[in-house]
């Protein structure tokens, strides 16, 4: 099966913005049909949804990001981006890409990513 790529993680200082990118670990694997989510980590609230995009394109934030991140895809679907706005030193954690062939996430998911780590100081 398609396994989950993530890139963009990095340091950087509250209120600075990054952009996390997921893709399939086939070049070009497309993920239309599949409903797509960011996770994120962090040891004071373990594993929490943060966005998730439906297959049909319907998208949904955690209370705690929301105006802040945005969630979308390529057109073609092969691509996942979270463009992280005005961030916070509580958005420091390990964040996840995760898919699943349902075409909706809410808590578990069929694929994961290996993770990237978020720093924000």
């Known amino acids: 099966h398609v396994q989950l790529v993530e890139s963009g993680g990095g340091s950087v200082q509250a209120g600075g913005s990054l952009k996390l990118a997921c893709v399939g670990s086939?070049?070009?694997?497309?993920?239309?049909?599949?409903?797509m989510a960011w996770f994120r980590q962090t040891l004071a609230n373990g594993r929490e949804l943060i966005s998730s995009?439906?297959?049909?394109?319907?998208?949904t934030y955690a209370d705690s990001v929301k105006g802040r991140f945005t969630i979308f895809q390529d057109k073609d679907k092969t691509t996942l981006y979270l463009q992280m706005n005005s961030l916070k030193t509580e958005d420091t954690g390990v964040y996840y890409c995760?898919?699943?062939?349902?075409?909706?996430?809410?808590?578990?998911?069929?694929?994961w990513g290996q993770g990237t780590q978020v720093t924000v100081s």
């Open positions: 086939i070049s070009g694997y497309s993920f239309r049909g599949y409903g």
């Open positions: 995009i439906r297959s049909d394109g319907t998208t």
């Open positions: 995760a898919a699943d062939e349902r075409g909706y996430i809410l808590v578990s998911a069929d694929y």
